[in-house]
């Protein structure tokens, strides 16, 4: 059994909360700025943020570890130096 890096999954998972409220935050300006003020749009603004925050997430993280020298992307764990 190999040892993964505990932080491995806590980074996706602090992504796709930032993503998912980056998103949340842009979809509901925009639906205020076009005049939707009702609490359905609110409720699908976060419905959409929900589903996409996740993916969002997952692909942050692959960008950081692939752009971190100290990180080997490819086996998904610290390099060894």
């Known amino acids: 059994m190999t040892a993964r890096d505990p932080l491995a999954g806590k980074l996706r998972f602090h992504m796709a909360s930032l993503a998912g409220a980056c998103i949340a935050g842009a979809l509901i300006i925009a639906a205020f700025t076009l005049g939707y003020y009702s609490w359905q749009s609110i409720a699908v603004c976060i419905a959409i943020a929900a589903v996409s925050a996740w993916p969002a997430g997952a692909w942050m993280t692959r960008k ?12 998904d764990e610290p390099k060894d130096d």
């Open 64 to 75: 950081i570890k692939k752009e971190d020298p100290a990180w080997d992307h490819r086996r």
